[in-house]
């Protein structure tokens, strides 16, 4: 079996997606058509920066959206298709793509929104994010309950074993950052993120959100869709909505939802799109799967090659 995977925030940079552009057809026009979906010069701010418009949350998704879907259409012009998908957070739109749940046109201002509802939201109740690095997953969820009596404070991602994401109010994330290390943490890295994603803090945004997803009509997925919110794999396309809605307030299931690929019978992974991020996390899951990628025209070669 085949998975495709789709990244999320953070994997953005300047040049992203130009190479498929220009050298790929089919990646060429889908990324026109999210461009046009948006109504915003987002290939320019791709292509050529500056980076710190880039890393702005409304536009760094839509981007890394646009550069995801480019990668598919190139990945698809090449023959391949995947048997099950799954997207980290924001990825888990571009996975919705590849399954066909929703088209191009409807996907990028669903995702536009979402992004300006998260900042919104953590305008209004400022937040952070910490990286983690060296416990495992049970420390860091006592430490996150007791960090909890000085503020809100939750586990955002389990990305793979010893790295750990977690979010919330400053004062929580800072007694968190505080215990983690008291525990014997390698590493805890404070994101550069604009406020606490995958929290309490951004239920106002997900119920805005949430009123404006049942109004969008999915289809049934045509592979199956691993939710981030309990690492399920899905197809009805009324419980992804409902997955999809819980998905901004609880935590990004990513090591559990790459061992249930594994468990399905994957024996390759395919990163379609910028970066190589999850890459990285599935291989310190210890998954003795093939792990590929494709951003560009030499990685897209190298993948079809590999996969012949």
């Known amino acids: 079996m085949l998975a495709f995977v789709f990244p999320g925030q953070n994997s953005q940079y300047v040049g992203m997606g130009r190479d498929l552009y220009d050298n790929c057809a089919p990646a060429r026009e889908v990324m026109d058509a999210a461009e046009r979906a948006l109504g915003v010069d987002l290939l320019s701010l791709m292509f050529e920066g500056p980076e710190e418009e880039l890393t702005r949350t409304d536009i760094q998704q839509p981007a890394i959206l646009t550069h995801s879907l480019g990668a598919l259409a190139a990945v698809r012009d090449g023959g391949l298709e995947p048997d099950i998908v799954a997207g980290h957070s924001l990825g888990e739109y571009s996975a919705l793509v590849a399954a066909g749940v929703l088209p191009v046109e409807e996907v990028v201002p669903l995702v536009h929104l979402r992004a300006q509802l998260m900042t919104e939201a953590a305008d209004r109740q400022p937040g952070a994010m910490s990286a983690i690095l060296g ?7 006592s430490i996150v309950q007791q960090a909890g009596q000085e503020g809100t404070c939750c586990l955002a991602n ?5 790295q750990l994401i977690i979010s919330g109010s400053v004062a929580g994330i800072q007694r968190a950052e505080q215990l983690a290390s008291e525990a014997g943490a390698k ?11 995958h929290s309490p803090l951004m239920a106002g945004a997900a119920e805005r959100f949430i009123e404006r997803l049942g109004k969008v009509r999915l289809q049934s997925a045509r592979i199956p869709v691993v939710s981030n919110v309990d690492a399920t794999p899905r197809t009805d396309p009324e419980e992804i909505r409902d997955a999809l809605g819980k998905q901004m307030t609880t935590g990004v299931l990513w090591e559990q939802s790459v061992d249930a690929m594994m468990g399905q019978g994957v024996e390759a992974f395919v990163e379609v799109g910028p970066s190589r991020v999850l890459t990285g996390l599935i291989r310190r899951t210890g998954a003795t799967a093939r792990l590929l990628n494709v951003e560009d025209m030499a990685s897209l070669e190298e993948t079809l090659e590999g996969l012949k």
């Open 158 to 162: 389990y990305n793979c074993p010893g």
């Open 187 to 197: 590493r805890v890295v404070r994101l550069r993120v604009s406020g606490g994603f």
């Open 135 to 141: 416990l495992d997953a049970e420390d860091v969820e």
